[in-house]
């Protein structure tokens, strides 16, 4: 009965957190006239992603590669494929333009980056250092973009300016509601871990298939849930920006950071380098084609996604309990799911491409 109420009471905090972050963030963008997509890239993304910053940096302290490198592929996989699936599931989701054009294609660049650090069988404490460098120049340029320096005047003058304590208060409140947003889904995403965690131990689940579901989950649920209520509540920049800002930090930030703190940098294991990357780098690349089709995410390319999330999971759970069907299974993502759903994207991208020089020649 313990574990019940606090894993309710978990949900309940993690529902209430989103809520008011998502609030906050909005009314933040609005105060400084700054995108809804830029706080959803910054403020929000870094503060759903504290979860895999803590996990990660100390297993890397721990000398604990294989869950510092586990838990920031394993977000990712699951922020891309899980929370985007879910979110397109339940309304279409329409991208901002900046997403195309600038932020994924950086996603998928400092994937790429992390990759090719990696192919040698570990992350270095210099290659962590250059994570981090290209982290805060990321920042720095977005802030840039968002505040000119027309808007950073106006910004100066804006809700701080003597003479309008109603704005001040507003920016008060809504920097408060930021604030206890993020502490509330600190605090749930815990309950909600800790109390699956002990059912599982009761009912006799392995250690190690709790971690690589309920754990691996537990760490993302405050993206998870931030990204559904925004998706209600129609914020889709704040949804997407989310989801992408959380997939730039858990690479460059949380990734680089655990490989600085150690002189000898982390280890990647072997299975990391052929399997969880390069699904990493195929959903990654699967969702910029997805965006540029249409500049939207609809309901069916929500459900290919989430499908393909309960296949890596199925994978990995598979492996653990039964090793003998992993060939198999392989063989069958490889033979059919794969090459099915190369199909389907290549054709909406055909599609948008035709779509698009169509106007052109008329």
């Not at 592929?73 to 494929?81: D, K, P, Q, V």
């Not at 979110?87 to 790429?112: E, F, H, K, N, Y």
């Not at 920049?237 to 989310?242: D, K, P, R």
């Not at 993502?333 to 090459?339: S, V």
Request: proline letters at 4%; charged letters at 10%; one cysteine or more.
């Amino acid at each position: 009965m313990q574990h019940v109420v606090l894993f309710l009471g978990g949900l309940a905090a993690l529902i209430g957190g989103a809520h008011l972050l998502v609030r906050g963030a909005s009314r933040l963008a609005g105060a400084f006239g700054v995108s809804p997509l830029v706080v959803g890239l910054t403020i929000v993304a870094f503060g759903t992603s504290t979860p895999e910053l803590g996990v990660s940096v100390g297993a890397s302290l721990l000398n604990q590669p294989g869950i510092a490198i586990g838990n920031v592929l394993g977000s990712n996989i699951a922020n891309l494929l899980l929370i985007l699936g879910l979110c397109a599931l339940i309304r279409p989701l329409v991208v901002d333009r900046q997403l195309i054009r600038s932020d994924v294609p950086v996603m998928i660049g400092a994937s790429v980056l992390a990759f090719v650090f990696a192919r040698d069988g570990a992350i270095d404490q210099g290659a962590g250092a250059v994570l981090l460098v290209l982290l805060l120049s990321y920042v720095a340029l977005l802030i840039r973009q968002a505040l000119g320096p027309e808007r950073w005047l106006r910004l100066r003058a804006g809700p701080f300016r003597r003479g309008k304590p109603v704005a001040r208060r507003r920016v008060l409140t809504a920097i408060t509601a930021v604030v206890v947003g993020l502490a509330a889904l600190a605090l749930g995403a815990k309950w909600v871990v800790d109390a699956a965690t002990a059912a599982a131990d009761a009912l006799g689940i392995s250690e190690l298939i709790v971690g690589l579901t309920i754990v691996a989950v537990g760490t993302s649920l405050p993206e998870v849930v931030t990204s559904v209520v925004a998706t209600l509540r129609r914020e889709y920049s704040i949804a997407l920006g989310n989801v992408v800002g959380s997939c730039v930090f858990n690479v460059l930030g949380v990734l680089g950071l655990s490989a600085a703190v150690r002189g000898s940098g982390i280890a990647v294991p072997e299975s990391a380098i052929h399997f969880d990357f390069p699904v990493m780098l195929a959903a990654s690349a699967a969702c910029l084609i997805v965006f540029f089709t249409g500049r939207a995410m609809v309901r069916w390319e929500g459900a290919l996604f989430f499908s393909y999330y309960l296949a890596y999971v199925g994978y990995l759970v598979v492996g653990v309990a039964q090793r003998g069907a992993l060939p198999t299974l392989a063989e069958a993502l490889r033979g059919f799911a794969i090459p099915i759903t190369g199909i389907v994207l290549g054709a909406s991208l055909a599609r948008a491409l035709i779509g698009r020089r169509a106007p052109d020649r008329r």
